[in-house]
Every structure is written in structure tokens, then in C-alpha cells.
């Protein structure tokens, strides 16, 4: 089985550098789990607005530059936040990434603050 983006998903990915953009399109044909994309770029308000909160610890996010993006995992259509579903995904992700050459950084992989919807280009080969 393979899944496809929605018009949404494909929206919310506008901004996004396109080798990012190729990778989450060829992840989603080869993703055993489906997903979509909740955020790709983001402004710098929107930012200021989610530190506040505490969702994020950094102005310097990735999003502010079009070099990151979140998913959801979806069953059934309906997100879904259960954690063994994010590895799944970023299999999906890497794989992707490696055939292409594009390296890619998994919020999953971080030893603190762990952000397994979180997938981001490896600053050191897309500073
Ligand atoms: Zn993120």
C-alpha cells in the first residue's frame, strides 16, 4: 500500500527547500504508516509565538527557513501521537533521504528534547 499527500499536506510545504520537498514526497510513497505535513515554514511571529508556549526553544528555528518540516501520522485519516508510529516514518525519511543523497536530521534522534514529528536538512550540508 502506498499513500499520497493531500492538496493540504502539499500547501503546508510551500517555502520549504526543495530537496526537503522531494524527500517527504518519495517518504510518503514508501512510509508504512501515513502521515502529513502539519508545518514547513514558519514565520518568524508565529516563532516568537510557539517559544512562549514552550513548544520551542529556539528563534533560530529551522522552520524560519524553509529547512525543516512536521508530520502527524495518520491511521484512518485521524492523527495519531503515539510514539512507536514516528521511528516507522523516519525509516521511511531516511531511506528516502540516503537514495537521494539529501541528508537529513530526525528530531527523534535527539538525545534531549526529543521531536519525532520534527524532519530537518543537516545544517552542515544546507547551512
Ligand atoms: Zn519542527
Given amino acids: 500500500m502506498s499513500f499520497r499527500f493531500s492538496a493540504r499536506s502539499r500547501r503546508r510545504m510551500k517555502g520549504v527547500h526543495p530537496a526537503l520537498v522531494e524527500v517527504m514526497e518519495e517518504a510518503i510513497r514508501r512510509s508504512p504508516v501515513d502521515f502529513m505535513i502539519t508545518e ?11 517559544v512562549r508556549a514552550g513548544a520551542s526553544r529556539t528563534s533560530k528555528s529551522r522552520h524560519l527557513t524553509g529547512h525543516a518540516v512536521d508530520v502527524a501520522a495518520l491511521i484512518d485519516g485521524k492523527v495519531r501521537w503515539d510514539w512507536p508510529l514516528y521511528p516507522r516514518i523516519a ?35 544546507f547551512p
Avoid: C, N, Y
Fill in 40 to 50: 514547513g515554514l514558519r514565520s518568524p511571529e508565529r516563532q516568537a509565538v510557539l
Fill in 91 to 125: 525509516l521511511a525519511v531516511k531511506a528516502a533521504a540516503h537514495e537521494r543523497g539529501v541528508p537529513i536530521v530526525w528530531g527523534g534522534d535527539w538525545p534531549t528534547l526529543r521531536d519525532g514529528p520534527h524532519f530537518e536538512l543537516d545544517r552542515r550540508v
